[in-house]
């Protein structure tokens, strides 16, 4: 896993988030936060304790995957809880574990998971049943119901062809439906082993397949099949809406094959210059690693590559290019995207169902030691909201005064709720520069239109920007534009009601 260092020192785009970020969960020994139900800890010591964090679409639910202390040999987890009040509730899965089919125990819990509204968590992993030890589960109420396994036929396909050695990129929508990625399916043609499907109840669809799907819009004739899933682990739908988004190679020349698909329609691809880009060339690679979003409404998706001719990185939120190497992190800002120091300018990329957004990563600072930031957009404003060396509130009284401070940010792991509230996994130094734990925390991003920071857009909120009409008082000025004027006025009115 790449991690990232966050800058100290920089100035805000705009006013900073009040409260410091708090931990939730962490690995520091003795710390009320250090507790998995059942009276076990995580893994203590620096080696990324928190592997993913997923909240579930209304936001009310949330899942994490990481490792468990096990002495010498730590163990795969997966635990539920609630995000308000914020705390666990059970151990869904475990390496060790019995899965609850056969006599078997599980051996292996893949990172990518899912949670649904109602608590439902769907994963995927290895068991110690030889020869059709991968299965695909979901779990209710400690109850766990299995999906699909290595070998199972598959209706959908007539019975002939058997699910894959490999399923992952396991995801959950509203109805309830389960969907992942099966690879090294048996029975089927060459060329025809991978597929993104779907399972919900007795129905199962195929979403797409290698060999067999040709995605549309296309910017070379002829289109092309897809050759693979770039990723197993990558397949993401939007829990509301059901629209699908994956990584894929083509099978068509290697300059053009690779590009990002929704529904089975290219929306970028190498080769292609991305319009309005202001690109001189066109992108040479898709970024890997869980590096694009989609949000649950559908609406918004976030992908991100490269331009190896010239070195460029890029984040796109849906058509448009929004990041890019060497291109300033916000307007009029000194402070540019860089990838001197690092081969990857962005390791961070996430957004909610308004298309407002996050990206994290590397600027040109001029300190090696301190030169990545986070920074959110929203209204056409951008904001710093996470800074290297900023104070962390550890014990949950609202006060950054416990010696420790942010270090180290794992990359994509941040995950945006829809109040604005984000949650991402970190290392945390005290004041000597000693490292004393990894932590899950939890940021309060700036609320769109909630200029006066209780929590919901109301009333008082568009008194307040009539009231600074003209100024340039920042907290008003809800676009970032450097004046209080109509648009402001508008910001208000359109998230009116929106909480925390």
């Given at each position: 896993?790449?991690?990232?260092?966050?800058?100290?020192?920089?100035?805000?785009?705009?006013?900073?988030?009040?409260?410091?970020?708090?931990?939730?969960?962490?690995?520091?020994?003795?710390?009320?936060?250090?507790?998995?139900?059942?009276?076990?800890?995580?893994?203590?010591?620096?080696?990324d304790t928190f592997d993913t964090i997923r909240i579930s679409a209304d936001g009310s639910r949330f899942a994490i995957s990481g490792e468990q202390e096990n002495g010498a040999t730590d163990l795969d987890i997966v635990v539920l809880g609630t995000r308000v009040p914020f705390g666990l509730n059970a151990v869904v899965a475990r390496e060790g574990d019995p899965t609850g089919f056969l006599a078997e125990t599980w051996v292996l819990i893949r990172d990518a998971i899912a949670v649904g509204n109602d608590?439902?968590?769907?994963?995927?992993?290895?068991?110690?049943?030889?020869?059709?030890?991968?299965?695909?589960?979901?779990?209710?109420?400690?109850?766990?119901?299995?999906?699909?396994?290595?070998?199972?036929?598959?209706?959908?396909?007539?019975?002939?062809?058997?699910?894959?050695?490999?399923?992952?990129?396991?995801?959950?929508?509203?109805?309830?439906?389960?969907?992942?990625?099966?690879?090294?399916?048996?029975?089927?043609?060459?060329?025809?082993?991978?597929?993104?499907?779907?399972?919900?109840?007795?129905?199962?669809?195929?979403?797409?397949?290698?060999?067999?799907?040709?995605?549309?819009?296309?910017?070379?004739?002829?289109?092309?099949?897809?050759?693979?899933?770039?990723?197993?682990?990558?397949?993401?739908?939007?829990?509301?809406?059901?629209?699908?988004?994956?990584?894929?190679?083509?099978?068509?020349?290697?300059?053009?094959?690779?590009?990002?698909?929704?529904?089975?329609?290219?929306?970028?691809?190498?080769?292609?210059?991305?319009?309005?880009?202001?690109?001189?060339?066109?992108?040479?690679?898709?970024?890997?690693?869980?590096?694009?979003?989609?949000?649950?409404?559908?609406?918004?998706?976030?992908?991100?590559?490269?331009?190896?001719?010239?070195?460029?990185?890029?984040?796109?939120?849906?058509?448009?290019?929004?990041?890019?190497?060497?291109?300033?992190?916000?307007?009029?800002?000194?402070?540019?995207?860089?990838?001197?120091?690092?081969?990857?300018?962005?390791?961070?990329?996430?957004?909610?169902?308004?298309?407002?957004?996050?990206?994290?990563?590397?600027?040109?600072?001029?300190?090696?030691?301190?030169?990545?930031?986070?920074?959110?957009?929203?209204?056409?404003?951008?904001?710093?909201?996470?800074?290297?060396?900023?104070?962390?509130?550890?014990?949950?009284?609202?006060?950054?005064?416990?010696?420790?401070?942010?270090?180290?940010f794992d990359d994509d792991t941040m995950t945006v709720t829809d109040g604005n509230i984000a949650y991402l996994a970190v290392e945390m130094v005290n004041s000597s520069a000693t490292y004393i734990g990894d932590a899950v925390i939890e940021v309060y991003l700036p609320l769109t239109g909630d200029v006066d920071n209780s929590g919901e857009v109301d009333a008082a909120d568009i008194d307040y920007v009539i009231s600074q009409f003209g100024s340039a008082d920042p907290a008003a000025d809800c676009d970032?534009?450097?004046?209080?004027?109509?648009?402001?006025?508008?910001?208000?009115?359109?998230?009116?009601?929106?909480?925390?």
């Open positions: 896993m790449k991690k990232f260092g966050l800058l100290c020192g920089l100035a805000a785009a705009s006013l900073a988030v009040a409260a410091p970020p708090k931990v939730v969960l962490s690995n520091i020994v003795g710390d009320p936060t250090n507790a998995i139900p059942g009276g076990t800890f995580w893994q203590a010591g620096d080696a608590g439902t968590v769907a994963m995927a992993g290895d068991t110690n049943n030889v020869g059709t030890d991968d299965i695909v589960v979901s779990w209710f109420g400690g109850l766990p119901t299995l999906l699909g396994r290595e070998g199972d036929p598959i209706p959908a396909l007539g019975g002939t062809v058997f699910m894959g050695g490999a399923n992952n990129g396991v995801n959950i929508l509203n109805n309830g439906a389960v969907r992942w990625i099966s690879t090294g399916l048996t029975g089927a043609l060459p060329g025809q082993n991978q597929m993104a499907y779907e399972k919900n109840g007795a129905s199962d669809t195929v979403l797409a397949r290698s060999g067999i799907t040709v995605p549309t819009n296309q910017g070379f004739a002829p289109d092309q099949g897809i050759s693979t899933f770039n990723g197993a682990d990558r397949l993401l739908s939007a829990a509301q809406s059901g629209d699908f988004y994956y990584p894929v190679t083509l099978l068509g020349p290697s300059t053009s094959n690779v590009g990002y698909v929704l529904n089975n329609a290219m929306t970028v691809q190498e080769g292609v210059i991305p319009s309005g880009s202001g690109f001189a060339t066109a992108p040479t690679s898709m970024s890997s690693g869980p590096t694009h979003a989609l949000s649950s409404n559908g609406a918004y998706r976030i992908a991100r590559g490269t331009l190896l001719t010239s070195a460029i990185d890029f984040v796109m939120l849906n058509n448009e290019v929004v990041a890019a190497t060497d291109r300033p992190i916000s307007p009029g800002n000194p402070l540019s995207w860089d990838d001197t120091v690092y081969a990857a300018t962005f390791l961070h990329s996430t957004l909610n169902n308004y298309g407002e957004y996050a990206i994290g990563g590397l600027v040109n600072s001029g300190n090696p030691a301190q030169d990545a930031l986070v920074m959110f957009y929203a209204a056409g404003k951008a904001t710093q909201v996470l800074a290297e060396g900023e104070p962390i509130d550890v014990n949950g009284d609202g006060l950054a005064n416990d010696d420790a401070f942010l270090s180290i970032g534009s450097g004046e209080v004027d109509a648009a402001d006025i508008d910001i208000v009115i359109a998230n009116f009601g929106r909480t925390r």
